[in-house]
T-cell receptor, first 110, second 117 residues
Framework: GENVEQHPSTLSVQEGDSAVIKCTYSDSASNYFPWYKQELGKRPQLIIDIRSNVGEKKDQRIAVTLNKTAKHFSLHITETQPEDSAVYFCAARFGYALNFGKGTSLLVTP | GAVVSQHPSWVICKSGTSVKIECRSLDFQATTMFWYRQFPKQSLMLMATSNEGSKATYEQGVEKDKFLINHASLTLSTLTVTSAHPEDSSFYIC?????????????FGPGTRLTVT
């Protein structure tokens, strides 16, 4: 099955700085790569996603890049704010379901 | 649109009892639903894929006789944890794509916190 590796597991940045989270996947047939933000005890919230026919996508302070050749994709958050603090998960669509990375706990300090 | 609900939101049960969790698509039909389990400070792990009108597909290592899945209609899938034990305590989340043909995005339910004492 699909194996999704995510790094780092924890990330601490100062407010206003950028944060980058990286993921790699193993199955070259994967064609959809969403990123989720999850707050404690709540459902994952989709923040951005990218399909395999696109290399980059941006939505205000959030961007995702995809390198199909290298099988890795990254989440970029610019101008971080304390409310960005949460756990972030990457995922790759394998067949019909999603396989998730282990998550990154992001802390943005004022 | 594309709202998924779960019931109950939390449940406490005694060891050895069974618990049923419902997952409903409120404004769309879902021929397929996914069930995930998330232990504290861990990621979401796919347990099984629920298919309307047919048997569920379980991931490796998930006991199908312990986690009974029924997808009897296009808007309802249920997960029954039978003979629950403390190690089954977890956050259970369902999700569904918003169309019969499937789609890329999945919509997650709010999750059910199960505590087995």
């Amino acid at each position: 099955g699909e194996n999704v590796e995510q790094h780092p597991s924890t990330l601490s940045v100062q407010e206003g700085d950028s944060a980058v989270i990286k993921c790699t996947y193993s199955d070259s047939a994967s064609n959809y790569f969403p990123w989720y933000k999850q707050e404690l005890g709540k459902r994952p919230q989709l923040i951005i996603d990218i399909r395999s026919n696109v290399g980059e996508k941006k939505d205000q302070r959030i961007a995702v890049t995809l390198n199909k050749t290298a099988k890795h994709f990254s989440l970029h958050i610019t101008e971080t704010q304390p409310e960005d603090s949460a756990v972030y998960f990457c995922a790759a669509r394998f067949g019909y379901a999603l396989n998730f990375g282990k998550g990154t706990s992001l802390l943005v300090t004022p | 649109g594309a709202v998924v609900s779960q019931h109950p939101s939390w449940v406490i049960c005694k060891s050895g009892t069974s618990v049923k969790i419902e997952c409903r698509s409120l404004d769309f039909q879902a021929t397929t639903m996914f069930w995930y389990r998330q232990f504290p400070k861990q990621s979401l792990m796919l347990m099984a894929t629920s298919n309307e009108g047919s048997k569920a597909t379980y991931e490796q290592g998930v006991e199908k006789d312990k986690f009974l899945i029924n997808h009897a209609s296009l808007t309802l899938s249920t997960l029954t944890v039978t003979s629950a034990h403390p190690e089954d305590s977890s956050f259970y989340i369902c999700s569904a794509p918003p169309s019969k043909q499937g789609g890329y995005e999945q919509y997650f339910g709010p999750g059910t916190r199960l505590t087995v004492t």
